[in-house]
């Protein structure tokens, strides 16, 4: 099966169109890449930002869906409404599955996507998307309001889904409890919640990435979307809870533990 992630590049290995094809890698699907950015980036923060111009971004992704069997796809940074503009071209007239990760702000804060930027993705990307996998932040920039309880989270779902999305799913990292419990809201389905203990660590660069990779993995391998969002958590909660313990800052997750610890996973559905 073959996948393509549409992302920037991290070049300290944790996020991004890096993180994506490691995941691709261990869930056994052949990942392609569009590239929209280059960062200069390492576990402590980004230090620069160098865009790939808009028709270069469209030439990539029309060479890959030219000449390969594509699957899945995911959108990471995609950076400027310039760059949203030429693969919403492309990717409208497709029905391959579409997993937007809402990437806007990077784990040291700093911000991977113009302001003028979330208009377009809001009104020309999510419209196509399949799943979309913002966490609480983000999800509070899409929808314009605080996100504190479990009814507003319902209430941002019931807004992005608005949008012509088929499913939603909002993390719950960023809210202070015990667990990380993330809600996924499904067009005519019952909604359901994943939930983990929350592992105390600070290596969870690229955990977003990651997430949304995997469930374009499982979606390209022929899963549905509840049984491609349950994989993914348990792919990302072993690679959250088994560390590589490296870098000084916000150290990547493991993609390794997969495969490792595949055993050791207690993700519960409810």
């Known amino acids: 099966m073959i996948t393509c992630t549409i992302a920037g590049s991290d070049s300290g290995g944790g996020a991004g169109i890096q993180a994506d094809l490691k995941t691709f890698q261990e869930l056994r699907v052949f990942g392609t890449s569009v590239i ?18 808009a028709d ?17 796809i995911k959108t990471g940074m995609l950076f400027s409404a ?16 579409l997993i937007v990760d809402p990437v806007m702000i990077a784990k040291g804060g700093a911000s991977l ?28 920039i ?7 309880t479990e009814k507003d989270i319902a209430s941002a779902a019931h807004d992005l889904l608005s949008l012509g999305l088929k499913c939603v799913v909002i993390k719950g990292g960023h809210l202070n409890s015990k667990h990380a419990t993330d809600t996924v809201f499904i067009r005519g389905v019952q909604p359901f919640k994943m ?3 929350r592992v105390d660590t600070k290596h969870t660069h690229g955990t977003g990435c990651t997430f949304s990779a995997a469930i374009t993995a499982e979606m390209a391998k022929g899963r549905s979307i509840e049984a ?3 994989e993914a958590k348990k792919y990302v909660q ?5 560390p590589l313990n490296i870098g000084h800052g916000f150290g990547p997750t493991n993609h390794f533990a997969y495969h490792e610890q595949r055993g050791m996973c207690d993700v519960h559905v409810f």
């Open 36 to 53: 929209t950015a280059l960062t200069a980036q390492n576990t402590e923060g980004v230090h620069g930002i160098f865009p790939t111009t």
């Open 82 to 97: 310039e760059i949203i503009e030429a693969i919403v071209i492309l990717l409208k007239n497709t029905d391959i599955p």
């Open 142 to 148: 899409l929808t314009g309001y605080k996100i504190q």
């Open 56 to 72: 270069f971004v469209q030439a990539q992704l029309k060479a890959v869906l030219q000449d390969f069997d594509v699957k899945a």
């Open 238 to 242: 072993l690679a959250i809870r088994h």
């Open 228 to 230: 491609a969002i349950i």
């Open 195 to 197: 939930k983990t203990e």
């Open 113 to 140: 996507l113009e302001q003028q930027a979330t208009t377009a993705l809001k009104e020309k990307l999510l419209p196509l998307a399949t799943v979309c996998t913002p966490n609480i932040p983000e999800a509070e």
